[in-house]
């Protein structure tokens, strides 16, 4: 499991910008990297089973799929 938090101060001094103001921007940010992270994960360990998780600040928690970031540059 490959969990990131919304409103995330790393992606902010990293990125060099809030996403936290515009939730479709900081999903496609977030997702883009996560399934970065799962194929690199998987290639170097294909039996790895790998979940993609998006949690916001209350709590709340999406998974994140290659399909999620299609519907959300789709939407933008």
């Known amino acids: 499991m490959v969990m990131d ?9 990293l990125l060099g ?3 936290a103001k515009d939730a479709q921007k900081e ?3 977030h997702s883009t990297r ?3 992270l799962k194929s690199m ?4 360990y294909p039996k790895i089973e790998v979940e993609t998780l ?3 600040l209350n709590g709340d928690v999406e998974v994140i799929s ?4 299609a519907q959300e540059e ?3």
């Open 66 to 69: 290659n399909a999620s970031i």
């Open 5 to 13: 938090h919304r409103d995330c101060g790393a992606y902010r001094e």
């Open 41 to 44: 994960i998987v290639e170097k």
């Open 27 to 29: 999903t496609i940010a």
């Open 54 to 56: 998006l949690m916001s």
């Open 34 to 36: 996560l399934m970065r």
């Open 17 to 19: 910008e809030d996403y």
């Open 74 to 76: 789709t939407e933008i």
